[in-house]
């Protein structure tokens, strides 16, 4: 029997088991609503693996960033970019991008009120006065566009409301920091709605919890405010138009890299044994320009370019919803601008060898309308098309001066414009079963324009304009020494591709449901555009195709007020896109890495015993492996150089748990306790697609706690809360440059924070 066969099999029959226990009469559970079908519907009819984080989930949690997600969603990671803290990774069941330029598409998508956010530099954004999050897991090619084959995050941002009502939220916590988050919201006029939101983080520079050892300083900025305003306009009970506005500034300093020396003090052109052996020893290792770092704490450096960070975006949104009688018209427009300027210290030491300068502007344009069914007809569907214009200028230096004797400047402008047309339809039969099939054609075009070159140039124009040799157009023809000549292959991309889901839905009855689908989807070819010193290492990379095959059950539980959910996949994965040094390349690039074979379990379990007492608990099992690749890595201790098949995808660990517990106790007849507690283990995993051992994370622990005092119908609460109780150290990327530049660079995850904060609902 297969592996995907096995698999679900396992499913069925724990499924199957216990499936008796849930054919009760409905108890008074909680309906949890989701649009992930782009309707309305009750989270346990949804043919689709998905967590759900309510508005007041999301408070008690202290979710300020799209990160902070992952610790309480099964099967997925966050990760900070390879070079720093301002590109966000997402990644589920081991699916995801490490990329950090900012030409790249994400292999999640994420939406904010169901408009795409086109590049992980964009997802560092403030999570505010939220409705609700959905996280869909598996490939979400069908219904909401390019670019999901991981799945899709949707953040839905709480409405206006035709009462008047608001919020204010404000604390302080360990380095410094203070916090602050209000809402108001209600009626302007008899028909139009208004509601203003605010967010802000402030943090001094002195008190962060990553020193500087070179310059003394200890960064720890953060100032940042995220603004939304929204109008809605009601003229009837079958039309509105909601206009919204989201404006987001940031400006931080960002923890140091951590400098992994990798080289034989007394041989430099050699690994280290330490190294080699599987372990980081700085001292019996070196860099090749014989620096190791010197201390053994983990969040102290020595850099002599201290990183910062500041962002910008102004965001728009306008959404139409026109009830035409036995269907739904919606119209969706966004406009985002955004922008990014960061410096970094790639080699984390006090030498010139690697010192970047990073600036990305995007502008990001896009439509979609589609049109509903209601329930008159035999059959539920949705028909529509989308549109996207996306523009990017990315720019960085990176000075090499004392390690190859050069600075080199690099960047791409690129813009991408994609166009779909979808449906989807759903049949059901026998009053027990649903057939759901859906297509989406995609004609996306991209252009793409860049280069490295010697010398430190303000923007990509100037570079050209400069007329300076081009590094990444080497190696030189005879007839034009020094310069470079034109590429091998034209810098523009045209992909057609044919996403697809079916999928057979089983209701014996109103607390069992089981599934089985299949699906495909892709992710978009490019060009890298990282520092590149070869014509060979510019090649555009192609697209990425994903096919899944899940099967699964949701079931409830009346009596015991209990919902069980689990999913079984397989994921035949081919053209999988990764970043990293391949051979003795001295830059990481993007590529495509060969083809991926990963299978898996996931299962969440909520409990309510008591309505003062409730428990959550999820768990992941993933094996991947890259099962054939054309990539040659010579391995650290010489010899021939093989491929990477057989290793593991990078950020795709063996299994996480997750779980909380919330429990308000009674301490009068006015006042309750509320006392919570939540925890993620996560499992071993790599961190880049060459399985080095001395950069594996071996697996954490995180528990967060959270205690709160307020009356029990009362406008107000007051609350203590730590993130990180045992203060954990963990790897959450790296890169690795040990045999061409001589070192690696890690990012570590955040150590111990702790705050208090003070909330009144009106």
């Known amino acids: 029997m297969n592996e995907r066969a096995l698999t679900g099999l396992t499913i069925l029959l724990l499924a199957a088991a216990i499936s008796p226990l849930a054919a009760q009469e409905s108890s008074g559970l909680e309906e949890i609503t989701v649009t992930a079908t782009r309707r309305a519907e009750n989270l346990q009819e949804v043919a689709n693996s998905a967590t759900v984080f309510?508005?007041?989930?999301?408070?008690?949690?202290?979710?300020?960033?799209?990160?902070?997600?992952?610790?309480?969603?099964?099967?997925?990671?966050?990760k900070f970019g390879p070079n720093g803290l301002a590109t966000v990774g997402f990644y589920i069941r081991g699916v995801g991008i490490n990329d950090f330029t900012g030409t790249v598409d994400p292999?999640?998508?994420?939406?904010?009120?169901?408009?795409?956010?086109?590049?992980?530099?964009?997802?560092?954004?403030?999570?505010?006065?939220?409705?609700?999050?959905?996280v869909l897991r598996g490939p979400q090619g069908t219904l909401y566009g390019r670019n999901s084959t991981a799945g899709a995050v949707?953040?839905?941002?709480?409405?206006?409301?035709?009462?008047?009502?608001?919020?204010?939220?404000?604390?302080?916590?360990?380095?410094?920091?203070?916090?602050?988050?209000?809402?108001?919201?209600?009626?302007?006029?008899?028909?139009?709605?208004?509601?203003?939101?605010?967010?802000?983080?402030?943090?001094?520079?002195?008190?962060?919890?990553?020193?500087?050892?070179?310059?003394?300083?200890?960064?720890?900025?953060?100032?940042?405010?995220?603004?939304?305003?929204?109008?809605?306009?009601?003229?009837?009970?079958?039309?509105?138009?909601?206009?919204?506005?989201?404006?987001?500034?940031?400006?931080?300093?960002?923890p140091l890299l951590q400098h992994v020396a990798a080289r034989d003090p007394a041989n430099r052109s050699q690994i280290c044994a330490p190294v080699l052996a599987g372990h980081r020893a700085e001292g019996a290792c070196v860099d090749l320009l014989g620096y190791f770092e010197p201390s053994s704490d983990p969040y102290t450096g020595n850099s002599n370019l201290d990183p910062y960070l500041a962002m910008h975006s102004s965001d728009v949104a306008a959404t139409i919803e026109w009830n035409l009688g036995r269907a739904t018209l919606s119209s969706i427009t966004g406009f985002d601008n955004?922008?990014?300027?960061?410096?970094?210290?790639?080699?984390?030491?006090?030498?010139?060898?690697?010192?970047?300068?990073?600036?990305?502007?995007?502008?990001?344009?896009?439509?979609?309308?589609?049109?509903?069914?209601?329930?008159?007809?035999?059959?539920?569907?949705?028909?529509?098309?989308?549109?996207?214009?996306?523009?990017?200028?990315?720019?960085?230096?990176?000075?090499?001066?004392q390690l190859a004797g050069i600075p080199t400047s690099?960047?791409?402008?690129?813009?991408?414009?994609?166009?779909?047309?979808?449906?989807?339809?759903?049949?059901?039969?026998?009053?027990?079963?649903?057939?759901?099939?859906?297509?989406r054609y995609t004609d996306e075009k991209r252009e793409w324009n860049g280069a490295t070159f010697v010398g430190t140039f303000p923007n990509l124009g100037a570079a050209f304009a400069s007329g300076a040799p081009i590094l990444s157009q080497l190696p030189l023809p005879a007839s034009?020494?020094?310069?470079?000549?034109?590429?091998?292959?034209?810098?523009?991309?045209?992909?057609?591709?044919?996403?697809?889901?079916?999928?057979?839905?089983?209701?014996?009855?109103?607390?069992?449901?089981?599934?089985?689908?299949?699906?495909?989807?892709?992710?978009?070819?490019?060009?890298?555009?990282?520092?590149?010193?070869?014509?060979?290492?510019?090649?555009?990379?192609?697209?990425?195709?994903?096919?899944?095959?899940?099967?699964?059950?949701?079931?409830?539980?009346?009596?015991?007020?209990?919902?069980?959910?689990?999913?079984?996949?397989?994921?035949?994965?081919?053209?999988?896109?990764?970043?990293f040094v391949r051979a003795t390349e001295a830059s990481a690039r993007l590529q495509n890495a060969g083809n991926v074979h990963s299978r898996g379990l996931e299962s969440s379990l909520e409990w309510f015993p008591t309505t003062r007492l409730t428990a959550n608990?999820?768990?992941?099992?993933?094996?991947?492996?890259?099962?054939?690749?054309?990539?040659?890595?010579?391995?650290?201790?010489?010899?021939p150089a093989t491929t990477i098949a057989g290793n593991e995808v990078p950020n795709a660990p063996h299994y996480t748990l997750n779980g909380r517990v919330r429990y308000d106790a009674p301490i009068t007849s006015d006042y309750s306790l509320g006392i919570q507690g939540d925890f993620v283990k996560v499992g071993a995993h790599f961190l880049e697609p060459n399985n080095r051992t001395v950069l594996k994370e071996n697996g954490y622990f995180l528990l967060n706690g959270r205690l709160s005092l307020s009356p029990n119908k009362g406008p107000w609460e007051l609350a203590a809360w730590v993130k990180n109780l045992t203060n954990e150290t963990y790897l959450s990327?790296?890169?690795?440059?040990?045999?061409s530049l001589g070192f690696a660079e890690v990012v570590l995850g955040q150590p111990r924070t702790w705050g208090v904060e003070a909330e009144y609902h009106f």
């Open 480 to 579: 034009d020494p020094g310069k470079g000549g034109p590429l091998d292959f034209p810098n523009s991309l045209d992909e057609k591709k044919v996403d697809y889901q079916a999928g057979f839905k089983y209701k014996p009855n109103d607390n069992s449901m089981y599934y089985i689908s299949t699906s495909r989807a892709f992710r978009s070819g490019g060009f890298s555009s990282a520092v590149l010193f070869s014509q060979d290492a510019i090649a555009p990379y192609g697209p990425e195709t994903l096919t899944a095959y899940e099967i699964g059950a949701k079931l409830t539980f009346p009596a015991a007020r209990l919902r069980f959910n689990t999913s079984g996949f397989f994921y035949d994965f081919k053209g999988f896109q990764a970043t």
């Open 410 to 439: 690099n960047g791409a402008d690129q813009t991408t414009q994609a166009s779909a047309v979808f449906g989807q339809i759903t049949y059901p039969f026998l009053q027990k079963f649903e057939l759901t099939g859906g297509l």
């Open 617 to 639: 608990i999820g768990v992941s099992l993933l094996h991947s492996e890259i099962v054939s690749s054309d990539v040659v890595l010579p391995p650290l201790n010489g010899g």
């Open 54 to 78: 309510s508005g007041s989930d999301i408070a008690h949690l202290g979710i300020l960033q799209p990160r902070d997600l992952a610790e309480q969603t099964p099967g997925m990671l966050t």
């Open 338 to 401: 955004f922008t990014k300027r960061q410096t970094q210290d790639i080699d984390a030491s006090p030498n010139i060898a690697a010192d970047n300068r990073t600036f990305n502007h995007v502008r990001n344009v896009s439509e979609e309308i589609r049109l509903t069914s209601d329930k008159s007809f035999p059959v539920e569907w949705i028909v529509g098309a989308d549109y996207a214009h996306t523009t990017v200028n990315w720019f960085q230096t990176i000075d090499l001066t």
């Open 154 to 254: 949707n953040f839905i941002v709480a409405k206006p409301t035709h009462d008047l009502e608001g919020y204010i939220r404000a604390g302080g916590g360990s380095y410094g920091t203070k916090t602050t988050e209000a809402a108001v919201s209600g009626p302007l006029t008899e028909h139009l709605l208004g509601r203003v939101s605010f967010a802000g983080q402030w943090a001094p520079r002195d008190s962060g919890y990553s020193f500087n050892q070179f310059d003394g300083s200890r960064l720890g900025r953060n100032d940042s405010i995220a603004v939304r305003g929204q109008l809605q306009w009601l003229p009837t009970e079958d039309f509105n138009i909601r206009l919204s506005y989201t404006y987001g500034d940031r400006k931080a300093d960002q």
């Open 107 to 134: 292999s999640v998508g994420i939406y904010v009120d169901e408009i795409f956010m086109p590049t992980p530099d964009m997802l560092n954004f403030a999570v505010f006065d939220m409705e609700r999050v959905e």
């Open 733 to 739: 990327a790296a890169q690795d440059l040990m045999l």
